[in-house]
């Protein structure tokens, strides 16, 4: 049996204004602490809006929504609050003519408005490819041999984060009230309540960070470590995926930062008090693993389409078993050590050889860094290499997908696939797992998880966790996912879809602002997440 981590709780003791329809069905939060809430209006600031943008030719800018379970969850908030959003509309500043005017003014979508904050090309590249994708990422991933120091991309943070304040700032003045709540999402924008300050925009904010947080021998590596700390800590609120993420947070500051006082505060939450390079700090940092809308889900899986399309999948491996990785080639998703765990299964256990099949779907990501084309040339080489020792006439044993699939077909494979193999080297969270348990509306699917991924506390009570780094061990996980009795695999999976129903992303959500809209976070209920773990 794989050797599996016992989570507790850590014991933290360290030209037109264009029209979008509606992002998703009216749904509003809900919870015991919404009643209590202070009104105001609540304002996402992220990387990105939610809109996708084209131009056609003769016919000008059209905007259409994005999807994704934290768009779904954060519109309904902003729907809820008279809410704004904030973020990149998607297009360079100097490529696109004639955008602002189109921009210009309130988007509403689903009752709240978008604001467009317009980038250069230059600043795209410096600071979300630079600062964001070749410092940040690697950095809180622990990848060390991968981040890239270079000043040029500091600065490009900087000048990006005020840009965004100065835009939020402004709609601020507009009806401003002691209740609006800034919630920002993306480590880009980690200086934001800083350089709010700075323009002395009076409000709440709360972060929440969807990366995992490194321990502290890693981010003393960063050369901006007090000043990107000292950002953090100008918010109000700090949100993280789980209490390991959160106990390392507490321990960079107690050693970064000696005139801040830490102290447990109730609820799950710790309070940070004092000053920091002369500016105060009074921030509520706790940990709120983020979810997906199971539910919505589930009910897209238990289409009729999507079953048809399920098992014409499922018959065309002639009813072999099918194993299911669905990952971006990013060497934090671990696609070479699961295809390395594939072939250590293979050989330990033979009869699985013309059994079993692996379909690794591989997301392309940023392909234009030559590691990541390295990163692909490796996996292609490794499929080869599997394929060729162990393939024979009608059975291939890696099914190998260098595409993204489109929502029908994700959810076709969930309900296809025998088990989904999520073994990240590092991940926030990875609601890849989730989505699978919430399609398994059968309940016939198994989950082996990375216990390095955030969501393993969450999944550890019917998920079989493994080492991503462990070959053999993963070998044995893999077996006995697809070797398991009905009525296990029946009972684990009923209590993954529980666990992802119970905390979906709206829980999520609502959590996350009882925190920062208390008068009193410590007196917030204690939520009861950690309680089965």
Known sequence: MAHKLHFNRLGIQMSKTASIPSILPERRLS????ASR????CIVVSDRLPIALTCE??????????????????????????????????????ETPGLRRVLAGAIHAGGFSLRPVMLTAQERRNACGGFAGEVIWPLFHGLTAEHDFQPAYWQAFRRVNRKFARATARTLARGASANDLVWVHEPLLLNLACELRGLKAGCRTAFFLHLPFPAPDLYLRLPWREELLGGLLAFGQAGFQTELDLANFLACVRMLAPGVTVAQAGGGLWSLRGSWRGNAVDLWAGAFPVGIDARRTEERAARP?????????????????ILLGVDRVDRTHGIPEKLRAFAAALT?????????????IAIPSRENLPRHAALRSEIERLVGEINGAFGRPGWVPVCYLHREPDPEERLAWYRAADAAV???????????AKEYCAAQTDGRGALVLSELAGAAPQLATGALLVNPFDTQGVARALRQALGMKERERAHRMRRLREEVRTHDVFWWADSCLATALAERPGEVPTRDLWSHV
């Not at 919870?31 to 919404?34: F, L, M, T, V």
């Not at 202070?38 to 209006?41: A, E, Q």
């Not at 048809?308 to 499922?314: I, N």
Request: aromatic share 6%; glycine share 14%.
């Open 31 to 34: 919870g015991p602490s919404r």
């Open 38 to 41: 202070p009104r105001g209006r």
């Open 57 to 94: 030719e003769g016919q000008g800018w059209r905007v259409s929504p994005a999807q994704g379970a934290l768009i779904s969850a954060l519109t309904a908030v902003l729907g809820d609050r008279r809410g704004v959003w904030i973020g990149w509309p998607g297009v360079a500043q100097e």
């Open 305 to 321: 389409e999507v079953e048809r399309r399920a098992a014409a999948l499922r018959d065309s491996f002639g009813g072999r078993q």
């Open 348 to 360: 330990r256990f033979p009869e699985l050889q013309d059994q079993a099949t692996l379909v690794q």
């Open 422 to 432: 999520v073994t990240p080297l590092k991940a926030g969270m990875h609601l890849m």
